[in-house]
């Protein structure tokens, strides 16, 4: 088990592989569908004027995800009413949605991990060796357990986006996840996707 | 008529807190069959502990609590009007528990309701009147990421050279499976539907997941046929997660429907481990959950 401090340095990124093993810590955001194409359309690519608090919140994202990490996850959150915001259920949800936007996003931000789960396409594999960084596996569904690495929620931006979407800052320690993209273009998810084609054509020509 | 939004809010909180037994053995034996060490096997692990801790603490098992799907069968005299309004008023009250994460979005406006109601057909509720004097509320928690890599074939389909034949309808499943690799996160119970519109084909691969995992199919045919797509989905290796493992499908389910003489449509259901489903059982005064 490799042990990760946020932000994280170019030396760490390069120093994990595809298949290891990693407890996180330190402060993070969370983001996702709404989160990805705001921050793409907005300040990536510019094709959409900012509004509301739009530059504010990127002013205080900004130095969060320089070095940082983003972590596709829509939390159950317990104290919406009180603003005395407790995660109670906070695991991965799937990455792939972020497959248009999510190369584009490390490299204007230089964001260093992106943890998800079900892993990325070609593009992403592409970002993470750019940047550097890594795509971070953790385990979908492990809800109760991922929130009980939360040790603090520091705030939240965007609750307008909704509970699911918005951009939750978190105090993480030892968050438990796998590398399953590095930034040496190894990617898990490229070779079980070609061995089980391969499989599957097998299978296919098995008579019935 | 009696109220039952109390004993509503408690299905709904055994539902999404407390994994029913038939899923958490199965996850075990999928545990104990991975290699030892193997990201495969530390992934079920994992899972298994949160499994325990949801059911300790209350807390939702996964975070997406889904789609909430209700089947309700009542006896003669009950009112679906006043059913409907408990059920409503349940997911409301135990999305603000924290049992459910508000879901509920607008598709037009993209705004989230926060208390998880929508339209009518948020929460999803069927009802059916039946004999006897028995009241059952069964309810299913569908997640979105399995949803999400479920599919639907219209047979034949040359490319996969699948007929209209259960030959046909293995090689569909298989190549929904294929594609769906760890997304849905894996290990998986499959839904599979043969026939009916293309409607009330995927409601049909829903409801066919309310069986108990270890039961067998009544049809011979397809009993045969549950099975060999179980092992040869595992054959696949895709495995938990999308890891690589032994176990990418825990059970699959089958049913058929009648059909048109022109269609021949085959539906896919994923369910995620996270296979939540509980049901609520009322007769006279007393209430029994399982
Ligand atoms: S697919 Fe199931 S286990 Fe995975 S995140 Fe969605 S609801 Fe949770």
Same mark, same amino acid.
């Given at each position: ?17 595809k ?15 709404t ?14 004027q ?34 005395d ?5 906070a ?10 936007? &999510?190369?584009?996003?490390m ?64 105090e993480? /320690? ?13 990617? &898990?998810?490229?070779?079980?996707? &070609? &061995?089980? /084609? ?11 | ?12 909180? %055994?539902?999404?807190t ?17 290699e ?10 994992? +899972? ?21 799907? =209700?089947?309700? %069968? ?16 349940? +997911?409301?009250?135990a ?20 208390? #998880?109601?929508?339209?009518?057909? =948020?929460?999803?509720?069927?009802f059916?009147?039946? !004999?006897?004097? !028995?009241?059952?509320v ?15 074939? *219209? ?11 259960? *030959? ?11 594609r ?8 998986? +119970? ?28 009544? #049809? ?12 040869? *989905? #595992? ?24 059909r048109?003489?022109? *269609? ?7 369910m995620?481990?996270?296979? %939540? ?14």
């Amino acid at each position: 088990m490799k042990t990760l401090t946020l932000p994280i340095s170019n030396e760490a990124i390069l120093d994990l592989h595809k298949g290891d093993p990693v407890a996180l810590s330190g402060v993070m955001m969370l983001g996702r569908d709404t989160v990805h194409k705001w921050l793409y359309e907005t300040f990536v690519r510019q094709t959409r004027q900012p509004q509301d608090d739009d530059l504010e919140v990127y002013e205080a994202i900004k130095p969060l995800l320089n070095g940082g990490a983003i972590y596709h996850c829509g939390p159950v959150v317990a104290g919406l009413d009180t603003k005395d915001y407790r995660f109670v259920a906070a695991g991965p949800t799937t990455s792939i949605r972020e497959e248009p936007y &999510q190369a584009d996003v490390m490299r204007y931000f230089n964001v260093k991990a992106v943890i998800g789960k079900g892993g990325m396409g070609p593009k992403t594999l592409q970002g993470c060796q750019d940047a550097p960084g890594v795509y971070l596996h953790a385990i979908g569904g492990a809800a109760s357990l991922i929130a009980q690495t939360v040790v603090k929620v520091l705030g939240v931006h965007k609750l307008s986006f909704g509970v699911p979407e918005a951009m939750w800052v978190i105090e993480v /320690k030892d968050f438990p996840a796998v590398v399953t993209m590095d930034a040496h273009g190894q990617s &898990q998810h490229a070779v079980i996707e &070609q &061995q089980s /084609k391969a499989e599957f054509e097998r299978l296919l020509a098995v008579p019935f | 008529m009696r109220d039952l939004t109390e004993s509503l809010i408690e299905l709904i909180r %055994r539902t999404s807190t407390d994994l029913s037994p038939d899923v958490q053995q199965s996850l075990e034996q999928a545990r104990d069959r991975e290699e030892r060490g193997s990201a495969a096997q530390s992934a079920l692990i994992t +899972i298994l502990d949160n499994v325990e801790l949801s059911r300790k603490n209350s807390t939702p098992i996964c975070q997406d609590t889904g789609t909430p799907i =209700f089947y309700v %069968r009542y006896p003669e005299g009950w009112s679906t009007r006043r059913l409907r309004e408990q059920i409503r008023s349940a +997911i409301a009250a135990a999305t603000k528990k924290s049992y459910l994460r508000p879901n509920a979005v607008d598709s037009l406006t993209d705004k989230n309701s926060g208390n #998880n109601l929508g339209d009518d057909a =948020f929460p999803t509720i069927h009802f059916e009147e039946v !004999e006897g004097d !028995e009241l059952t509320v069964e309810l299913m928690l569908k997640g979105g990421g399995c949803e999400n890599v479920g599919a639907q074939y *219209s047979l034949p389909n040359s490319q996969l050279g699948a007929g209209r034949d259960l *030959s046909g309808v293995r090689k569909v499943v298989l190549d929904a499976v294929q594609r769906a690799q760890g997304q849905g996160c894996a290990p998986g +119970i499959l839904g599979v539907s043969i026939g009916g519109d293309r409607g009330s084909s995927y409601y049909a691969s829903k409801e066919v997941l309310f069986r108990p995992l270890a039961d067998e199919n009544a #049809n011979p045919d397809l009993a045969k046929l549950e099975q060999r797509l179980t092992d040869e *989905s #595992n054959q696949l290796g895709i495995g938990p997660m999308g890891f690589g493992g032994k176990t990418t499908v825990l059970a699959t389910k089958i049913t058929g429907r009648h059909r048109l003489p022109a *269609s021949f449509f085959v539906s896919v259901s994923y369910m995620c481990w996270a296979h %939540r489903h509980r049901k609520l059982t009322v007769r006279g005064e007393e209430v029994s959950y399982e």
